[in-house]
């Protein structure tokens, strides 16, 4: 049975946790990765960076981690080139979670921080 985006239950959750996994890895190391290159490095389902579904999988893992109390993971995920910055699904994502979305780069910068914060102490 395929979920709401056409993918196996295993497949999406193997690329959840895959996705998971490698922002986790890059907060350790208090940096930032591409959308081009996280898609790159998801085994379990083939992306690309401008998928919406691509987006799901991102908010489905900030949500649950914010929820835990680390912050929206996805913080990490941005523009290669440009403003190196998450791009606007992330902040509607913040706004729904309670975040003061009024300045874009002050709320991202929070974020990151947070979840920098929690993930290189680990």
């Known amino acids: ?20 996994r490698i922002m986790i890895d890059r907060a350790r190391l208090r940096g930032q990765i591409a959308y081009s ?38 913080a990490v995920v941005v523009h290669k080139s440009d403003d190196m910055q998450p791009g606007p699904g992330f902040f509607e994502l913040a706004s729904e979670l309670g975040r003061d979305t009024s300045d874009v780069l002050i709320c991202w910068v929070n974020e990151l921080k947070k979840v920098h914060a929690y993930w290189a102490g680990k």
Do not use: C
């Open 1 to 20: 049975m395929l979920n709401e985006y056409g993918f196996s239950e295993t497949k999406w959750r193997a690329a959840r946790h895959e996705a998971r």
């Open 37 to 74: 290159e996280l898609v790159a490095q998801i085994q379990a389902i083939s992306f690309d960076p401008h998928d919406f579904r691509f987006g799901y999988l991102l908010g489905e893992i900030s949500t649950a981690e914010d929820a835990a109390g680390r912050g929206m993971l996805s």
